[in-house]
Every structure is written in C-alpha cells, then in structure tokens.
C-alpha cells in the first residue's frame, strides 16, 4: 500500500470525493442486505413481541430488559458513527488523548448504577426531568430541562450522527449527500416510531455485535498494513503531507507534523490540545450530564428487570468503552500513516481537492481506511458497522426525544389526550425533529477544524455543566430549592451560550487561519470553561438556596441521598394532574369485531390495539410497587459490587499505562 493516495483516489470534483472502488460488487451488496434484512427481523420480532400499546410498553419495555441486551443497548446508542469518523480523525490530527473522553465512561458509569438510577427508581418516574419536578415541584424546570434535552438532541446526537454516516456513505456510494441521509433516516425511523424502547434495545444488542466484528477485522488489517505496533508508533509521528505550502499562506510546521505528545493521555495543563486538568474534571463534569441524566442513557436503565440488572449492565457497557481506543483512535492514526496527503492536509486548497471543506479532510481517516483496506465482502461489513453505529444511535435519540416530547410537553398542552393520541403524537414529533436536524449540518462541518469529536466536546462544554450541578445537587444536597435550581440554570445557560455563539460568529479558527474570537471569550479552553462554569452554577444555585425557604423533608422522601431509604410516604409537591383519557374503551371493544382487515393491521403495526383487561386496583399498587423496587439478591450484590471494584482498577491501570 502506498503511503499516499493513488490517483485514482483524487477527488473528480470538490462536491464528490472518489475512492479506488466503489462498493458495487456482489460480495458487498450481499452482505448489505442480508444485514439490514436481520437488522429489520430483529426489530420487528421486538416490536410484536412486547406490549406497545401503553406508554410505559412502548416507552420503558415494560421494565423487562436483562442486563445484557441493556448494557449492548447502552454502548451503542453511545458509539454512533460520529465516534467513528470523529474519534478516528481526532486520533489522526492530535493522537491518543482523545480516548480519555471514552474512558472517563467506566467511572461514570459506576456513579450512573450505584447512586442516580436507584434514586430515579424510588421517585417512579419515566424521564430524567420527571424526577427535577418531584424534586423540586413547580413546572418551569421540567419543561426548561426538555426543551434543553431536545436541543441537545438536534445539535449533538442527531446532526452529528447525520453527518458522520453521511461523510462515509458520501464516500462509499458515491451518492449525493442529502440523498444518503435520508435513505438512512426512513429506514431507521421506521421501526424507532413503530417498535418502541423494546425495539431499540434488542437491535441495539445485534449491532453491538455487528460493529465490535467489523472494527476488530479492521483493526487488524489496519495493523498488518503498518507493520504492528512499534512500527505503527515510528511511522505516525513522520506521517507528514507532501504538500505544505500553497494558497499564498506561510504555514507553520506545527500544523502538518504530528505532536511530540500525540502518544501520552495527560498533557500540558496550559499548552496541551487536551490539557490534563480539563481531561480530568472538565471531561467528568460532562459526563455527569451525559452518563447520569441524558434520557437517552437514563431511559434504557429505567427498563432494567432490578438493580442488579441495571448494575450489570452500566459494568458490561464500561468494559465494552474500552475499546474504542484501539478500535478507532489507533486505526484514524494509521489511516494518516497511509494517506497522509488526503487525511492530514493542511493546504485548503488540497484539502478541499480531497474532501470538499477547506477546514481539514481527518474526519475521513477511517471511511477512507475502509474503502482501500477491505477486501470484497468485508467493505460491505464495514459499511454495515457504519450503518448499525448511525442506526442505533438514531433510534436510542429517536425514541427518547419523543418521550420527552410526549410525556413533559405535549401532556402540558393536551391535559385530556388519549394514549393512542399521546403515541401518535410522539411518533409525529420524530419527523420534525429529522428536519431541523439536518438544517444545522452546515454549522457543525465549519466548527472545531473540521473534527467532529472536538466539535461534540466544545458543545457539551458550553451546555451541560449547569445541568450536571443541579442533578448533583439535588440528589446529595436537601437544601436546595427550586428557585435555587431555576436560577442557577438560566444563569449557566447565558454565559455557555454567549462562549457558544461566539464561537459560531467568529469561527473556532484552523491552523492556518486563526480565530478572531476575543481572547476573554474564547481564550479559555473548553474543558477549563466547562469547570467554571460548573463552579459558578453550583455557587448560584446554593447561594439563592440559602436565602430561600428549604423545601421540607416530607416531600423528598426517596428523592435524594439522605432519605433514600425512607418509607414515610411521600407528599408530591405539585402533585400531577390527571389527565382525562377520553374514555373510549367501551366503543373500541363494540367495535372490534366491525373493524375492517386493514384497520386491524395498521393498529397492530403501531401498537395502539388494546391488551387485556384493565388493571384492578389492586394490580397497579402491585405493577407500581415493582417499578419503584431497587432490592437486590445479596449474592447478586457482591457479585456486581466486586465487578465494579475490578472495572475501577482496569481504568486506573489503562489511564496509567498510556499517561
């Protein structure tokens, strides 16, 4: 393999950039299908198989799901595409620091299972802002939390998983991007808006598998190519583009040659690209958002059958973020060992020759390892990896979007909805959100020099650390209120969104071209900014707590640390409304018989068929009573806490090794 790119690699126009072959072979094709075709077996096996036609069915399984298929489930609705083209091209621009955003996952995880889920358990709610309205009473945090939760929704997960796939579909195919987009997207929304939670789950646990088969083949083609390890260590940092000098620029050798610390995880607290402070607080003060108050996350232990369950499944999911690392770091900095012209382009001029942007072509290090690497048969597999990561990660965000939707927003607007209205209208919800959605593609493709993973990080930096205090707060600190919380909220988000829009006015800058950012705006790091912003919220919120009145112990019972196990009875503070079902069941059972064939079919499709009787009273405290359980076998406690304990020295020792 030749270290640059052939010249039936070069780009034919700006808009579509070529590869030696296109997946056109039978081989490919083959393996294509025959995956979607499991991947759509599987889902609706899921979706008939569960009871779809409640909210609770369609929104958390039924609270049925093992602690296998919920921790596959959770890794990847977490690893979409855009940590495959963006984890790879941050390793091919800047190294391996990059991994650390994955490896902060096996604490976060621990704290998500042993601490959060057992408190949103006690509480019975169904949404991570379900749980600030117990807690705090009062409507305005709910609906800013939601609100909140689908923006994060549209400019993070969804446009970024869009864009991602899109880049190596573009690649693969040859097709227009818009039309890869959204050939993908009504595929997957398919069985998001028919299947339900049950559903994503399940095809979750088989892409899981499909994408842990395909990058490990790619990996080791990858290294093989290389030369193995040592060799792969002595290339990248001589994996330098042939052409460093064009467009009338004077470009410093420190923009095309690798870091000197492109193989060490901590670096220098103020020179460093990640420096080493922000990867260990700014990167676990995000995470607190993401791991342990994300519905996405949330929603998928709340289905767990029990605790033990639950724990489990946060363990399989922390192993299982290990790999990411060697799975798509390592190979984007090989892909630079082997295209370096094309992946570490620095010109803009050949940059935008290469892949169609000025800003840097590294987020196509690992598309372009796929399409020269793999042979006939496998490229058709890694195209399906790359499909099964897009998927997954757009039904967990589909399906949680649409929760939130439904269950905090449109019950506020519609106080007398059915059920079978609430799931239409969550369904419906779905399809706006694709829209707006792909509008903000062209923003995210300018921002960070093109690297999709700094993009991702920066946002989350700007918005989630307001969010990650006040769910802190409100689990380990009783004397916060609302007005506390509020507060300290709407003031982060005005100084995360004034850093935000900056950026966005005046660019985050390339090698070549600097930011014109003001210094006291952008000058500070993201993942520093993240800690302050952090401070400042939890000073806003205890401060405005303290002059205000507390909110008495009988309405938190079970909703913080301190009275977790309490069993007094709980009086809500804005105890909810009870929606009045329009009452149509006595009509739906005189007119079940007189219902036509393809009536009966579209509702057993949608899961709006009625199942079974209605429950007595005795038998919701008892389905009640199940869904606010958090007991656990003793054998099945030590053997998760024993496995935590293992998982928390597996994360010292690979932070240690590659320090």
């Keep these: 393999m030749a270290s640059t790119l052939s010249p039936s690699t070069t780009a034919v126009t700006p808009e579509q950039p070529a590869v030696s072959e296109r997946i056109r072979n039978a081989a490919d094709i083959s393996v294509i299908v025959i995956y979607f075709v499991v991947v759509m077996a599987v889902g609706f096996w899921a979706m008939l198989k569960t009871n779809r036609s409640t909210v609770g069915g ?78 705090f009473g009062g409507k305005r945090l709910n609906i800013y939390f939601s609100v909140l939760s689908l923006f994060f929704s549209v400019i993070l997960m969804i446009s970024g998983n869009i864009f991602s796939g899109a880049i190596f579909i573009k690649l693969a195919l040859g097709l227009d991007l818009y039309l890869a987009i959204f050939i993908l997207l ?37 290294f093989a190519e290389v030369g193995g390890y040592e060799s792969f260590i002595e290339k990248y940092m001589n994996a330098i583009p042939s052409v460093v000098q064009g467009d009338n620029l004077t470009i410093s050798s420190e923009c ?266 952008c000058g500070v790091h993201y993942f520093y900014f993240s800690i302050i912003l952090f401070c400042v919220t939890l000073l806003v919120v205890l401060g405005v707590s303290l002059v205000t009145k507390p909110i008495p112990d009988v309405h938190l019972h079970r909703l913080c640390w301190a009275l977790r196990n309490s069993t007094e009875e709980r009086i809500d503070l804005d105890p909810d409304e009870k929606r009045e079902e329009e009452d149509d069941g006595v009509e739906e059972d005189n007119l079940e018989d007189t219902r036509g064939c393809f009536k009966k079919a579209y509702d057993l499709f949608c899961g709006l068929q009625r199942k079974g009787p209605k429950l007595t009273k005795e038998e919701e405290e008892a389905l009640k009573k199940k869904l606010t359980d958090t007991s656990e076998k003793p054998l099945w406690r030590m053997v998760v806490n024993i496995n935590a304990i293992l998982l928390l020295a597996v994360a010292v020792f690979v932070y240690s090794y590659f320090a």
């Design 58 to 135: 369609f929104f958390l399984a039924g609270r049925e799901i093992s602690w296998w298929p919920m921790g596959a489930s959770l890794f990847a609705s977490n690893i979409g595409s855009n940590h495959f083209v963006g984890m790879a091209g941050t390793g091919a621009a800047s190294g391996i620091a990059i991994a650390a955003l994955e490896w902060n996952a096996l604490v976060m995880l621990l704290v998500l299972g042993w601490i959060f889920v057992p408190i949103y358990i006690k509480a019975g709610v169904v949404t991570s802002p379900e749980y600030l309205k117990k807690r």
């Design 186 to 222: 009504a595929i997957t929304a398919l069985y998001t808006v028919t299947g339900g939670l049950a559903s994503v789950i399940y095809t979750d646990t088989l892409q899981t598998i499909i994408m842990l088969i395909g990058s490990f083949i790619l990996m080791g083609f990858a």
């Design 256 to 521: 095309y040659t690798p870091q000197a610390d492109s193989f060490h995880i901590f670096r220098d607290a103020v020179t460093g690209d990640i420096p080493w402070p922000g990867m260990i607080f700014g990167i676990t003060i995000n995470g607190l958002w993401y791991w342990c108050a994300d519905q996405v996350i949330v929603q998928r232990c709340l289905s767990g059958k029990n605790m033990s369950h639950v724990k489990a499944a946060c363990i399989m999911c922390g192993y299982l973020k290990l790999l990411p690392m060697f799975l798509m770091v390592m190979p984007g900095m090989i892909s630079r060992i082997l295209y370096p012209d094309m992946v570490a382009c620095v010109v803009p001029s050949e940059c935008m020759k290469h892949c169609g942007t000025e800003v840097g072509c590294s987020d196509y290090a690992y598309p372009l390892l796929v399409m020269e690497l793999m042979p006939n048969g496998l490229r058709g597999l890694m195209l399906s990896v790359m499909l099964a990561s897009l998927m997954s990660s757009l039904t967990s965000v589909f399906n949680s979007a649409s929760t939130l939707f439904t269950m905090d927003l449109y019950t506020k607007m519609r106080k007398q909805a059915s059920e079978k209205e609430l799931l239409i209208a969550g369904r419906l919800f779905i399809i706006l959100l694709i829209a707006i959605s792909i509008l903000w593609i062209p923003l995210l493709q300018m921002s960070q020099n093109g690297q999709l993973m700094q993009y991702l990080a920066s946002i989350n930096s700007y918005l989630a650390p307001p969010v990650g205090a006040v769910y802190l707060l409100a689990i380990f600190c009783k004397r916060v209120n609302e007005q506390g919380a509020f507060w300290g909220l709407l003031i982060g988000l005005v100084i995360g969104l004034i850093r935000m829009i900056a950026e966005f006015a005046y660019g985050t800058g390339s090698c070549t071209a600097p930011s014109n950012c003001p210094t006291i705006i």
